[in-house]
């Protein structure tokens, strides 16, 4: 995939239209059907590997590497408190002494990795689960060094896009409220929601936990009672999307995530199946998080001079003039363009075809669930 560009309002694509469409027409699951291929094994590409410890010693000059493997060898050099022995590697954030001094190691941290993940209903998203339910973290690849963090959950029946990284900063950016990154839902609930009810999310309902409202709704037909919406909210509570529905009295039968932030979930990957981003996207994906703290850091700035007012964001539904919310909070707005109104560059459009592109150029098949690249379930 070609490097993003910087100004994610261009007019590039319009992926995320796309996919909430194939859920509501139920292209979403032919999809997932259709597909009867094997299932090579699927791991992740190896990375550079961690300097010796010989060689980091010479290089901070503490002498040459011969003498630094006789320091090992005579018990005078440490890792962490254990004594080091002759070829091993270090990495950034290890304890070396010499002679029980502290010594400040020139080591580079380890590459961000980040995967997408369609997870499917009946996974919970944690490593020890009491009741022994099947985790997400099963169908994941071994990390060499640390593991995966959850970028938010999915609850146990919701399905969807699920990010996870191996480093906690971009997590936490990627998670905390006050970034307001845009999460997309695709909500079949029953029965049709009436103008009144959907200005009253957009507005804020009062959940047990404090006052949570969509930034935008969206409707998307349906057959019957069922009722499909695209619904964007921009923080993670727990069940928040249920329970606002809910509080309503409309009961959520699905509930999908379609995109998180930039990222949105590619088109063919399975359920159960993860992709790894690469560079270029890992880097639009950290550049759409610190745009989104840079909106919000300016908002709360200019709205420390007055008195904060619901945006004109979402009020096409009902057309209604822009007034004070309740308990004088303003909607969680984001810096990123209303997918709603502008085409806009998601990251993960294309993700599948490059892989496939990259594999057939270097003459070798990219296992993964299906054939398609990725991993799934087993046969």
Not at 197 to 214: N, S
Not at 307 to 329: E, F, V
Not at 361 to 371: F, I
Request: some cysteine.
């Amino acid at each position: 995939m070609a490097d993003l560009p910087v100004d994610f309002g261009a007019a590039l694509t319009t992926q995320d239209d796309t996919r909430f469409q194939e859920v509501v027409t139920g292209q979403f699951d032919a999809d997932e059907s259709s597909a009867t291929s094997p299932i090579p094994k699927r791991v992740l590409p190896p990375q550079p590997e961690s300097p010796k410890l010989h060689k980091v010693l010479a290089q901070a000059g503490m002498g040459s590497r011969l003498e630094m493997e006789q320091l090992i060898l005579e018990g005078r050099i440490t890792v962490n408190n254990e004594p080091a022995h002759i070829g091993q590697r270090v990495q950034l954030g290890d304890s070396v002494k010499v002679n029980g001094k502290p010594i400040r190691l020139r080591t580079a941290p380890a590459p961000v990795r980040v995967i997408a993940y369609h997870k499917p209903a009946g996974e919970v998203v944690t490593h020890d689960d009491p009741q022994n339910r099947p985790t997400v973290f099963r169908r994941l690849p071994r990390l060499t060094h640390g593991k995966w963090q959850a970028v938010g959950r999915l609850d146990l029946n919701t399905e969807g896009l699920l990010l996870f990284t191996s480093s906690g900063e971009l997590a936490n950016r990627l998670m905390h409220p006050r970034f307001g990154l845009e999460r997309e839902y695709a909500v079949r609930v029953l029965g049709a929601l009436s103008p009144e009810e959907k200005q009253r999310l957009l507005d804020g309902v009062q959940l047990e936990d404090g006052l949570a409202q969509f930034g935008a709704i969206e409707e998307g037909g349906g057959e019957g009672v069922n009722c499909w919406y695209r619904v964007t909210i921009s923080e993670g509570r727990n069940r928040e999307v249920r329970r606002m529905l809910e509080s309503l009295g409309h009961a959520v039968s699905r509930l999908i995530r379609i995109r998180y932030g930039a990222m949105v979930l590619p088109r063919g990957l399975k359920r159960a199946a993860w992709i790894e981003l690469n560079e270029s996207e890992i880097r639009a994906l950290t550049h759409a998080a610190q745009a989104s703290q840079g909106s919000s850091e300016k908002r709360q700035t200019s709205g420390s001079a007055r008195t904060p007012r619901s945006l004109a964001r979402g009020r096409r539904d009902t057309g209604k003039p822009d007034r004070s919310l309740p308990n004088g909070r303003s909607p969680a707005a984001s810096g990123q363009p209303d997918p709603m109104k502008t085409s806009f560059g998601y990251i993960g459009a294309d993700s599948l075809s490059r892989q496939r592109r990259e594999a057939a150029q270097n003459g070798t098949k990219s296992g993964g669930r299906r054939a398609t690249g990725f991993p799934g379930r087993r046969s």
